[in-house]
């Protein structure tokens, strides 16, 4: 079964520190996989995307790496400010015959206290 | 800048009732998507759409249908509104292969 697995739940980090979050997939066959952040009562958006042969990608103060290997990949927020309170979640896409089928995973809420 | 809009960002319903949910992109996408998102479930698919007046189910299609008149324009209908269906609800749209752009979402509560 396609699973993507998310860790932890939740995090509460101060401002100024820096925090990883994981993600652990069994998604097969694999063609990218994405970490988006969702702001409370907002949609998703996207922050990086890998594809296979990536295993490391930036957007400012967020680097997503990628092992396909182990099919693990981990979004370091550095040097995390308030407004990166959001929920993270890790996306994978998967061929199929259609294209690409999502397959989401159940997110990681982070807070950022003062 | 892209857009993704939807009708409502909150809604309440009662048992049995039927409801609209309407998602209008701008960005001349050919693929649109209904997912309904629950803690801890992530955002699971309920139909999409790959052109106007096609449609196709996704992982939890029963309890919903979809109306796509317009490319623009993709619909989400509840028949009969349960409260099981109480959820929040996204809709997105892309080009074939590339990322998905998000509306805000709608909380619908059915009581």
């Known amino acids: 079964k396609n699973q993507v697995e998310q860790s932890p739940q939740s995090l509460i980090i101060l401002e100024g520190k820096n925090c990883t979050l994981q993600?652990?997939?069994?998604?097969?066959?694999?063609?990218?996989l994405r970490w988006y952040k969702q702001d409370t009562g907002r949609g998703p958006v996207s922050l990086t995307i890998?594809?296979?042969?990536?295993n490391t990608k930036s957007n400012g103060r967020y680097t997503a790496t990628l092992d396909a290997d182990t099919k693990q990949s981990s979004l370091h927020i550095t040097a995390s400010q308030l407004s990166d309170s959001a929920s993270y979640i890790c996306?994978?896409?998967?061929?199929?015959?259609?294209?690409?089928?999502?397959?989401f995973g159940g997110g990681t809420r982070v807070l950022v206290k003062p | 800048d892209v857009k993704v809009t939807q009708s409502s960002r909150y809604l309440v319903k009662r048992t049995g009732e039927k409801v609209f949910l309407e998602c209008v992109q701008d960005?001349?996408?050919?693929?649109m998507f209904w997912y309904r998102q629950d803690p801890g479930l992530g955002l699971r698919l309920i139909y999409f759409?790959?052109?106007?007046?096609?449609?196709e189910k996704g992982d939890i299609p029963e309890g919903y249908s979809v109306s796509r008149e317009k490319k623009e324009r993709f619909s989400l209908i509840l028949e009969s509104a349960s409260t099981n269906q109480t959820s929040m609800y996204l809709c997105?749209?892309?080009?074939?292969?590339?990322?998905?752009?998000f509306g805000p979402g709608t909380r619908l509560t059915v009581t």
């Open positions: 996306v994978v896409s998967l061929k199929v015959a259609a294209g690409n089928k999502l397959t």
């Open positions: 993600c652990n997939y069994t998604v097969s066959p694999f063609s990218n």
């Open positions: 890998m594809t296979f042969s990536e």
């Open positions: 960005m001349d996408h050919e693929n």
């Open positions: 759409s790959y052109d106007v007046k096609m449609k």
């Open positions: 997105a749209s892309n080009v074939q292969g590339y990322e998905q752009y």
